[in-house]
Nanobody, 130 residues
Framework: QLQVVESGGGLVQAGGSLTLSCAAS????????MGWFRQAPGKERDFVAT???????????DYADSVKGRFTMSRDNAKNTLNLQMNSLKPEDTAVYYC????????????????????WGQGTQVTVSF
């Protein structure tokens, strides 16, 4: 059974950095599309970034406009992990961050939809103080 586990959240001051990690097991990691989403209190779950599997060892990375230039993903297929390096954090980045996985093909558009992912981690809290 495919499982996804996030780690690395915490409290940081505005302008600081955090790295989130996502570990997946139960399926060949190199064949999966992975995504990061976040949900603030009272709000919907929003797209953050995706490492979409194109085929072979080719992946397409996309980021939400709100995090472009500040957040960077790195994928390590040998370790079955996807990291999200978050720099220049802002208070509005405060949310529970979720890692998601899909074994289905998806387009660049559908990769940003939470409903495109069947497997989710439990979430990790990121709090950015003023």
């Amino acid at each position: 059974q495919l499982q996804v586990v996030e780690s690395g959240g915490g409290l940081v001051q505005a302008g600081g950095s955090l790295t989130l990690s996502c570990a997946a097991s139960g399926h060949r990691f190199s064949d999966m599309s992975m995504g990061w989403f976040r949900q603030a209190p009272g709000k919907e779950r929003d797209f953050v970034a995706t490492a979409r599997w194109i085929g072979g060892t080719v992946y397409s990375a996309d980021y939400a406009d709100s995090v472009k230039g500040r957040f960077t993903m790195s994928r390590d297929n040998a370790k079955n992990t996807l990291n999200l390096q978050m720099n220049s954090l802002k208070p509005e980045d405060t949310a529970v961050y979720y890692c998601a996985a899909s074994t289905s093909t998806m387009t660049r558009t559908t990769a940003s939809y939470p409903g495109s992912y069947a497997y989710w981690g439990q979430g990790t809290q990121v709090t950015v103080s003023f």
